[in-house]
């Protein structure tokens, strides 16, 4: 397709489990973000990938957060341990990377909703 | 301090009518955008509309304006002529350089959510 595309739309899993949320980004942008969304509030900023750059973590709220993204394409979300707090909706956004095209809007996909029992 | 802000938790505005979303920002850096996304109940994020700091003009994108006042950190979105299907919550955003880190992440408002009245 032509957008971001994320999987699974929906997730329900019980609190102490792993769960693995995928992100494949439009084809030709280098840059991909993923975001978070607790319910009525605005997106927070998780981590950023760039061409084959480290990735920028800043954003991860502790180590049962990680990220990877291979072959500069397609990415995967991991939270292992999940807690209740960690029920969001988590978004991924894709955008043509480097600073001459930071003017250009990213992109988002559906996000996928988490539920933690 | 908060890098966004986005005073108005919620809007109402008649059908037809023009509405102004606030937003006002807070860096030290020189270059930077601001983008203003729509978000329907269906969740998915829409691009609006871009402001770069060194842009003279105002942005406008169709019914979508953008009233920025640099001097004074606000970046105001403008929506002419309501229609029902701009009922949604709307987010600014903030583009800063990360020195060093070479990333361009946004920093969200907590939004405004705005209900178009028929």
């Known amino acids: 397709g032509a957008g971001v595309s994320q999987s699974p739309s929906n997730k329900v899993t019980e609190k102490g489990k792993d769960v693995e949320l995928r992100c494949d980004p439009i084809?030709?942008?280098?840059?991909l973000y993923w975001y978070r969304q607790s319910l009525g509030q605005g997106l927070e900023f998780l981590i950023y990938?760039?061409?084959?750059?480290?990735?920028?973590k800043s954003g991860l709220p502790s180590d049962r957060f990680s990220a990877e993204r291979t072959g500069g394409s397609v990415s995967t979300l991991t939270i292992q341990r999940t807690q209740q707090e960690d029920s969001a909706v988590y978004l991924c956004?894709?955008?043509?990377?480097?600073?001459?095209?930071?003017?250009?809007?990213?992109?988002f996909g559906d996000g996928t909703r988490l539920s933690i029992l | 301090a908060q890098k966004i802000t986005q005073t108005q938790p919620g809007m109402f505005v008649q059908e037809k009518e023009a509405v102004t979303l606030d937003c006002t920002y807070d860096?030290?850096?020189?270059?930077?955008?601001l983008f203003w996304y729509k978000q329907p109940s269906s969740g998915e994020m829409i691009f609006l509309i871009y402001q770069g700091s060194y842009d003279e003009q105002n942005a406008t994108e169709g019914r979508y304006s953008l009233n920025f006042q640099k001097a004074r950190k606000s970046a105001n979105l403008v929506i002419s002529a309501s229609q029902l299907g701009d009922s949604a919550m709307y987010f600014c955003a903030m583009r800063e350089p990360r020195k060093g880190a070479g990333s361009y992440q946004l920093t969200f408002g907590k939004g405004t959510k705005l209900s178009v009245i028929p």
């Open positions: 956004a894709s955008s043509r990377g480097g600073w001459e095209f930071s003017n250009q809007p990213q992109h």
């Open positions: 084809s030709g942008h280098t840059a």
């Open positions: 860096t030290s850096d020189q270059s930077y955008g």
């Open positions: 990938f760039q061409g084959n750059s480290a990735p920028d």
